[in-house]
Structure formats: structure tokens, C-alpha cells
């Protein structure tokens, strides 16, 4: 059983940055790929980006290529997710998930299918 608990989220103005923290306890995280949603009022949960167990890997939504960036800390049981050059359509719940290790292009297929555990989540909210 893997436990994930988010912080970080928060209230920022357009054109700034946030950095996602998901804290993992009760297994580590070494062997599983992590990942990144979010979801928006009325809207379903969506991928954000996603890393292999190694860390050697990453994917990105294509919305958020080139603004956000995964990563990973093994020894520290964390990931993160720096996001930077926020806009309000980034406001929305982030989760962190974990889940068996796959090809980013599984991954990415599965969707919210490929992950088995989720955090409770962190509230972004980006203003104009």
C-alpha cells in the first residue's frame, strides 16, 4: 500500500510559478512510475506528465510541455512538479499518482487506468 499526500498547490497570478510536492510513505517509490493529473471544476481528471521509475523518462501533456517539469527524488520517497509561466487554465485539483512501471506510451494510453494509488490532491488556482 502506497500513501500520497500533495502540497505545494495554491494562489498565484497569471505568468507565475508553483512547485507540487507528493510526499509517498508505506513503500517506495523506486519501482513505480509517477505521474501527475488534474482535474477542473465540470471537467474529467487529465494527465499532466508522468516519469519512470528510474526518472529517465518523462512525458507531457502536450498543454503543459515546455512550462511544467517532473521529477524525481528516490532516496527522499518524493516527486515534484515545478510549474512555471501559469494561466488560468491551469487552475484544477492536482493529484499525484503512482502505478507499475510501463512505457510512457502505455502510460499515456492507460490514462488514470494505469495508476493504482492517488493522492487526496492540492488545489492550484491561477488569477487573471
Known amino acids: 500500500q502506497v500513501t500520497l499526500v500533495e502540497s505545494g498547490g495554491g494562489l498565484v497570478q497569471t505568468g507565475g510559478s508553483l512547485r507540487l510536492s507528493c510526499a509517498a510513505s508505506?513503500?517506495?517509490?523506486?519501482?513505480?512510475?509517477m505521474g501527475w493529473f488534474r482535474q477542473a471544476p465540470g471537467k474529467e481528471r487529465e494527465f499532466v506528465a508522468s516519469i519512470s521509475w528510474s526518472g529517465g523518462g518523462t512525458d507531457y501533456a502536450d498543454s503543459v510541455k515546455g512550462r511544467f517539469t517532473i521529477s524525481r527524488d528516490n532516496a527522499k520517497n518524493t516527486v515534484l512538479l515545478q510549474m512555471n509561466i501559469l494561466t488560468s487554465e491551469d487552475t484544477a485539483v492536482y493529484y499525484c499518482?503512482?502505478?507499475?512501471?510501463?512505457?510512457?506510451?502505455?502510460?499515456?494510453?492507460?490514462?488514470?487506468?494505469?495508476?493504482?494509488?492517488w493522492g487526496q490532491g492540492t488545489q492550484v488556482t491561477v488569477s487573471s
Open positions: 508505506g513503500r517506495t517509490l523506486s519501482s513505480l512510475t
Open positions: 499518482a503512482a502505478g507499475a512501471p510501463r512505457p510512457w506510451t502505455i502510460v499515456r494510453a492507460m490514462g488514470v487506468n494505469g495508476f493504482d494509488y
